[in-house]
């Protein structure tokens, strides 16, 4: 199967009465569609009084939007939105060849395609397992072929489906197990670094963490323009003089409306973040939706008890955006720093705000700076 040739219609519903500013988002999922390899064929946006229990939408624009799809020949209907196990199911029925996903479905993915250690993996096999699990009515003949594979079709008996969900909940089991594993090996490394000051690169993902990393750090760094490129979190050392150095890690980066299994499951991984001195969130400055990212990337922040460490905004990608722009935004956020990681613009400015932290929380300290 070639997935760049398979096409997807993206339905966008709108509550009326929500609070969520929807500027941006089709922009956004069409991008996280083609991070998949998926091509979008079609968007059809639908304003709601109020979210339909059966369908999200009322059931006769649940029939319209399957009916288009097949007209367009689309293989996928993704929500821009997340359904209910239930109204995945609804729609399933109303056509067994399309294959359903919603927003979580589609990020779970792309995890799943992005996962390269041993720990990513096991974290996002657990979340994209108990993401399946409720949902596992008509998705597989056989559960065994399938856990490669990415979205739901119908074919399977009750009785498969019960065998399925024993081996879905006795593999969870494991992971868990798994899991618990590794964060203990994670709690033994973080007590050895809790001597030193530890900070943490943050932010929306594909916005030039790993590169200001590679860039602040001259260390080799995975740098891919691509979302979710980074899942493990990677330590480098900042040499700041006399020897002194501090712990500089960049994790995972964020995105609004992240499913729930997959933060719970990167726990241990976004310790590293609890654990810092200093973040440094960084920003798009060329981000049309800069507002909305940033409340995204507190809401995390908050969700993982990192909320009340002390912060700096870092603004990248300033060589391409105009004097207009980088105006307006040190107008609106006096205090952040602006630089460019590939150009190597103003990255002293970022290591100086490190310095000065460092100095603060040495201060602070009864035992003497440490050293190398």
């Given at each position: 199967?070639?997935?760049?040739?398979?096409?997807?219609?993206?339905?966008?519903?709108?509550?009326?009465?929500?609070?969520?500013?929807?500027?941006?988002?089709?922009?956004?999922i069409?991008?996280?569609?083609?991070?998949?390899?998926?091509?979008?064929?079609?968007?059809?946006?639908?304003?709601?009084?109020?979210?339909?229990?059966?369908?999200?939408?009322?059931?006769g624009?649940?029939?319209q939007?399957v009916?288009?799809?097949?007209?367009?020949?689309?293989?996928?209907?993704?929500?821009?939105?997340?359904?209910?196990?239930?109204?995945?199911?609804?729609?399933?029925?109303?056509?067994?060849?399309?294959?359903?996903?919603?927003?979580?479905?589609?990020?779970?993915?792309?995890?799943?395609?992005?996962?390269?250690?041993?720990?990513?993996?096991?974290?996002?096999?657990?979340?994209?397992?108990?993401?399946?699990?409720?949902?596992?009515?008509?998705?597989?003949?056989?559960?065994?072929?399938?856990?490669?594979?990415?979205g739901?079709?119908a074919?399977?008996?009750?009785?498969?489906?019960?065998?399925?969900?024993?081996?879905?909940?006795?593999?969870?089991?494991?992971?868990?197990?798994?899991?618990?594993?590794?964060?203990?090996?994670?709690?033994?490394?973080?007590?050895?670094?809790?001597s030193?000051?530890?900070?943490?690169?943050?932010?929306?993902?594909?916005?030039?963490?790993?590169s200001?990393?590679?860039?602040?750090?001259?260390?080799?760094?995975?740098?891919?323009?691509?979302?979710?490129?980074?899942?493990?979190?990677?330590?480098?050392?900042?040499?700041?003089?006399?020897?002194?150095?501090?712990?500089?890690?960049?994790?995972?980066?964020?995105?609004?409306?992240?499913?729930?299994?997959?933060?719970?499951?990167?726990?241990?991984t976004?310790q590293?973040?609890?654990?810092?001195?200093?973040?440094?969130?960084?920003?798009?400055?060329?981000?049309?939706?800069?507002?909305?990212?940033?409340?995204?990337?507190?809401?995390?922040?908050?969700?993982?008890?990192?909320?009340?460490?002390?912060?700096?905004?870092?603004?990248?990608?300033?060589?391409?955006?105009?004097?207009?722009?980088?105006?307006?935004?040190?107008?609106s956020?006096?205090?952040?720093?602006?630089?460019?990681?590939?150009?190597?613009?103003?990255?002293?400015?970022?290591?100086?705000?490190?310095?000065?932290?460092?100095?603060?929380?040495?201060?602070?300290?009864?035992?003497?700076?440490?050293?190398?």
């Amino acid at each position: 199967m070639n997935l760049k040739t398979e096409k997807v219609l993206v339905v966008a519903p709108r509550i009326w009465k929500s609070d969520k500013n929807y500027n941006y988002s089709i922009e956004e999922i069409s991008l996280l569609i083609n991070t998949l390899g998926l091509k979008v064929c079609g968007v059809i946006e639908q304003k709601l009084n109020s979210i339909n229990p059966a369908y999200f939408v009322g059931s006769g624009k649940a029939k319209q939007i399957v009916e288009q799809a097949k007209l367009l020949k689309a293989n996928y209907i993704v929500f821009d939105e997340d359904l209910s196990p239930a109204q995945t199911k609804n729609f399933q029925k109303l056509e067994e060849k399309m294959k359903f996903m919603d927003r979580s479905g589609v990020i779970l993915e792309i995890f799943f395609k992005n996962a390269k250690s041993k720990e990513s993996k096991t974290q996002v096999e657990l979340a994209r397992l108990q993401y399946q699990l409720p949902r596992l009515t008509r998705m597989w003949t056989h559960l065994e072929r399938q856990m490669g594979g990415f979205g739901t079709r119908a074919g399977a008996g009750e009785t498969q489906i019960e065998v399925d969900r024993r081996m879905l909940r006795k593999r969870i089991s494991n992971l868990q197990k798994k899991l618990k594993s590794i964060d203990s090996e994670r709690r033994v490394q973080s007590k050895r670094r809790q001597s030193f000051f530890r900070t943490s690169f943050v932010g929306y993902t594909n916005v030039g963490k790993s590169s200001l990393m590679k860039a602040i750090t001259k260390s080799d760094v995975l740098i891919k323009n691509q979302l979710f490129a980074t899942l493990d979190t990677t330590v480098r050392r900042l040499f700041i003089g006399n020897s002194n150095y501090v712990l500089m890690s960049d994790t995972v980066g964020f995105i609004r409306n992240l499913p729930n299994n997959l933060i719970a499951s990167f726990k241990s991984t976004l310790q590293e973040v609890v654990d810092s001195n200093l973040l440094l969130i960084v920003l798009d400055a060329n981000s049309k939706d800069l507002h909305n990212e940033i409340a995204t990337i507190e809401s995390v922040l908050k969700e993982i008890g990192a909320n009340e460490i002390d912060c700096q905004y870092i603004f990248n990608k300033i060589d391409i955006v105009n004097q207009d722009r980088i105006t307006y935004l040190k107008k609106s956020f006096p205090e952040a720093i602006m630089v460019s990681a590939t150009r190597a613009l103003q990255l002293s400015n970022i290591k100086d705000i490190i310095i000065d932290k460092h100095k603060e929380w040495s201060n602070s300290l009864e035992n003497p700076l440490h050293t190398q």
